[in-house]
């Protein structure tokens, strides 16, 4: 299980610490906030409703004594409406979660289409893994599967990209899908602290005046 | 031209007719057409009345004193000012009674109310109530009514619970989809019908794009019969406002591509459904921008528009439930506000402003549903419409709550710009990230050679209730601004733990609204007033017009289940109960839009507004400056309500002090930059 570290720890002597974004992508309602709610919180909340636009989480795993990994999430929304936004999300990020529905065969294209732009766009050493989510639903009802694992696995290895069937509901392979991604990011090369993105020049909401007023006539 | 249609009994009746309701005189009632279930309406001629303060004067042959004043809100000048009608003098053999004296033979009145703020100046909208002759009545009919005012509003129909309200608490409940199992299409159709409200959205085209209720094989044909309605209109026109069939009222609004309908049976008038309509047409916009839709439109007028809108049917769904339930902020279109001291609110405002970031166009602070405070520049103010949307989507749909990250949320919000995107920071505050707030800022500290601060404790235990959950949004017009806007959250975070501001708002929070008894009390400590006699005003909604914001008494225990009781209790005693609160909600919010659209109607000019049915007493009341309804047990009279309705305090003008006690509610909200 995570073992939370100190949030804001340094490394100490002979300690690593290496912080690292990381973004979900994927069809809606292929499970991508279920996963990071049982990856950050150990939780699942089986009514769900969709994600609107992006939520940010933290969790720090230790990998072995000496190693600390701190991954900052975007979890993004899968609609197709945000589809425009998600280039902000992934454009610094050191790894990627594309998670497919396994009972639903149209959400591996999306994903596959997804992993497509994430080799193109995003970093040129980005990490990505492919998670077969709702491992629950096939394991209840084998008839349910859409997709093969073999079929799913053989296009990971193909795109080279770390593969995992898994499921938020009973957390099956979650934490291990975070750890195998650690394990791949350049420890070594610490991440960056805060990788923010690129500053863009936009309206200048800044203030008439230095005064500020308050307790005034409300006008709202 | 508007169109009213009256249709036979059923939905599909075909017997319509046409019917001008613009140009119909309005009578005192409503401009609407009749709508025979209800009780308030129905005994109407015995209890409704209807008190048009401007009307009066012309029946009375009076020796009263007309006094004028002019207001700087231009108002009107003119009213009476002691009640010194003929008819007076006549009156009132039930005055010692009940415990009511008339205003003249109290020489300190006329000082007391004029003490009370400027603002403060209904005596003359007032006065025809209290000293009218609709009250008189046999002294023994008086001593009655002694005994029996305590009788709580609705009291009747909770224990009967054979009324229009009936079928209520399933109002909510999912119909069960196709194919699962024991349930019929009959049946699944018959819980359809059931249903006291319906909304559909459907595009000109006649696509279905969302129905509160019901599936799409259940409600297709429905869809495909409104659009021809509609349609038929559309092309001929002259298009299609609404009509009635049965107790249900229909209500149509066209917006550009979409068609609304609001299906009713809950008594609202057409203003407010359609108020209510317009608001999902809001949240349509606010997912897509206007130019976005009628792009869409434009390029492929068949087009389904469940695909664009994918994700954001359950903030469609909150909404719409929101008004079935009635929610007095959608009603007086106003929002509300926590109750904090105004120095408290200041040095909120103050942290809030001394944090700001370059790229912030707004920020709130919002706990459970009501403002905490806003920041906005100095140029931009914030629409309540807006806000509204941002509230649904943060406190009723659980979409953005459940995740429990920070949030980053594309979204237009249309009274302001209907064209473009803001976006917005969401994060609500739990222990876990305050105390990583000031543990980071201790951190900093400690870096830049700065070590007073000591670290923070960790604050009290964090609100857990929706209602006492507290929301920082920030809003920026650069999508790009995340970060900035997270680091402004932290430092605010930080400044409020600090200075105390956090557990102010989570108390406040957690104290709930107030209640009638308690304002009057701390309003005045010489009260001689004993248990039981006070409270017989069970609640009140008072909405403040230049602020926008609205502000009502503590909905338990009448109307609302006690809070804070704890959620595990799921026995059947409690969830029971529960759903009746739900109904006695609905029957009081019932009541207050039936008084707001008395009220608001077109031509009615009214002023004040005292409607007693058998099952309550109400009163609605605006001026320039307010709006103030108020509910009561049925056996209230209007003199008691106003001036001797609370027990030993027969000289005190209660409502009046309400008033003048909520007057002085003006709060600094809002903090310009």
């Known amino acids: ?220 | 031209m508007d169109r009213d249609i009256e249709a036979g009994s059923n939905y599909s009746s075909n017997n319509i007719q046409n019917n001008e309701s613009n140009t119909e005189a309005v009578d005192h009632v409503s401009p609407l057409p009749p709508r025979p279930s209800r009780k308030l309406s129905d005994d109407g001629a015995s209890g409704a009345l209807h008190v048009a303060a401007a009307s009066k004067p012309t029946t009375q042959v009076s020796t009263i004193d007309i006094s004028t004043l002019s207001f700087p809100d231009g108002s009107r000048g003119t009213f009476s000012t002691s009640a010194t009608s003929a008819t007076r003098s006549v009156a009132s053999p039930q005055s010692s009674a009940s415990g009511y004296t008339s205003p003249r033979t109290d020489p300190a009145e006329t000082v007391s109310v004029a003490s009370y703020p400027a603002t403060l100046r209904p005596p003359g909208d007032l006065a025809d109530l209290v000293t009218g002759e609709f009250n008189r009545r046999s002294r023994a009919w008086s001593m009655l009514r002694t005994q029996s005012s305590s009788v709580q509003p609705f009291e009747a129909s909770r224990t009967g619970a054979c009324d229009s309200l009936a079928g209520f608490e399933k109002e909510f409940d999912d119909i069960p989809e196709l194919g699962e199992k024991g349930i019929t299409d009959e049946q699944r159709l018959s819980l359809w019908k059931s249903k006291m409200k319906h909304y559909m959205i459907l595009s000109s085209a006649g696509k279905p794009i969302w129905s509160r209720h019901g599936d799409t094989s259940l409600i297709n044909s429905y869809m495909g019969v409104v659009q021809t309605i509609i349609s038929f209109y559309e092309g001929a026109k002259d298009p299609l406002l609404g009509f009635t069939a049965g107790n249900a009222r229909f209500v149509i609004s066209t917006q550009g591509p979409l068609y609304f309908v609001a299906i009713s049976r809950l008594g609202e008038s057409d203003a407010q459904l359609r108020s209510q309509l317009d608001a999902l047409y809001m949240q349509i916009l606010s997912t897509l921008t206007l130019p976005t839709l009628k792009n869409i439109f434009a390029h492929r007028p068949s087009t389904d528009l469940r695909k664009p809108l994918e994700g954001t049917e359950s903030l469609l769904s909150s909404l719409a439930d929101s008004f079935t339930k009635g929610s007095p902020s959608a009603l007086l279109g106003a929002l509300e506000c926590l109750r904090l001291r105004k120095s408290h609110r200041a040095t909120i405002n103050n942290a809030f402003l001394k944090c700001r970031s370059d790229k912030l166009l707004y920020g709130l602070i919002v706990a459970g549903g009501k403002l905490v405070s806003v920041i906005r520049p100095r140029k931009h103010s914030l629409h309540p419409s807006d806000l509204q949307l941002i509230f649904n989507m943060l406190f009723e749909s659980g979409g953005i709550r459940a995740g429990g990250g920070e949030n980053w949320v594309p979204l237009c919000l249309p009274a302001f710009n209907n064209r473009g995107y803001l976006y917005m920071y969401v994060s609500f505050f739990d222990s876990v990230d305050t105390a990583a707030a000031a543990a980071a800022a201790a951190e900093e500290n400690n870096n830049s050679n700065n070590p007073e601060q000591p670290p923070q404790p960790p604050p009290p235990k964090p609100a857990t209730s929706p209602d006492e959950e507290i929301a920082i949004i920030l809003i920026s017009a650069d999508k790009e601004s995340f970060f900035e806007l997270k680091s402004m959250r932290d430092k605010l975070a930080l400044q409020l733990a600090k200075n105390g501001s956090l557990q102010l708002i989570q108390s406040a929070a957690r104290q709930r609204r107030p209640r009638i008894e308690t304002i009057l009390n701390t309003n005045n400590s010489q009260s001689t007033t004993t248990e039981g006699q006070i409270g017989q005003l069970s609640h009140f909604l008072y909405k403040s017009r230049a602020n926008v914001q609205f502000c009502q008494s503590s909905l338990s225990p009448t109307f609302e289940s006690p809070p804070r009781s704890s959620p595990s209790e799921k026995d059947s005693v409690s969830s029971q109960r529960k759903t009746e609160k739900l109904v006695s909600r609905r029957r009081l919010m019932t009541l207050y839009h039936h008084l707001h659209a008395s009220i608001h109607a077109k031509h009615s000019h009214l002023k004040v507004l005292h409607l007693v049915s058998e099952d309550a007493a109400s009163l609605a009341w605006i001026t320039p400056v307010f709006e103030f309804y108020c509910v009561a047990g049925p056996n209230m009279s209007r003199g008691r309500y106003l001036r001797s309705g609370f027990g030993s305090w027969n000289e005190k003008w209660s409502i009046l002090r309400l008033v003048a006690w909520l007057q002085l509610l003006k709060s600094g909200l809002v903090g310009c930059y």
């Not at chain 1, 980005?126 to 079929?151: F, H, M, S, Y």
């Open chain 1, 1 to 220: 299980m995570a073992t939370r570290g100190p949030p804001g720890a340094r490394p100490g002597m002979g300690n690593r610490f290496a912080q690292f974004k990381l973004v979900l992508l994927g069809e809606s309602a292929v499970g991508k906030s279920s996963i990071v709610l049982r990856f950050v919180k150990d939780q699942f909340d089986s009514y769900r409703e969709s994600t609107i636009g992006a939520a940010f989480l933290t969790q720090t795993i230790a990998l072995d004594e000496n190693t600390t990994v701190k991954f900052e999430i975007w979890d993004t929304a899968g609609q197709e409406r945000y589809k425009s936004l998600a280039p902000m999300y992934y454009r610094n990020a050191n790894c990627a979660v594309v998670v497919y529905d396994i009972t639903q065969a149209a959400s591996l294209d999306k994903a596959k289409s997804w992993v497509k732009e994430l080799q193109r766009q995003a970093n040129e050493n980005i990490i990505i893994a492919l998670a077969g989510n709702k491992l629950d639903l096939v394991q209840e009802q084998p008839d349910k599967r859409a997709i093969q694992t073999a079929d799913a696995q053989a296009y990971a290895k193909e795109a080279g990209l770390l593969f995992f069937e898994t499921s938020a509901k009973t957390a099956e392979n979650v934490q291990n899908l975070f750890t195998e991604i650690a394990k791949k990011l350049p420890l070594d090369q610490v991440g960056p602290r805060h990788a923010r993105p690129g500053q863009r020049p936009g309206v200048s909401l800044a203030p008439e005046g230095a005064n500020t007023q308050v307790g005034g006539p409300c006008a709202c």
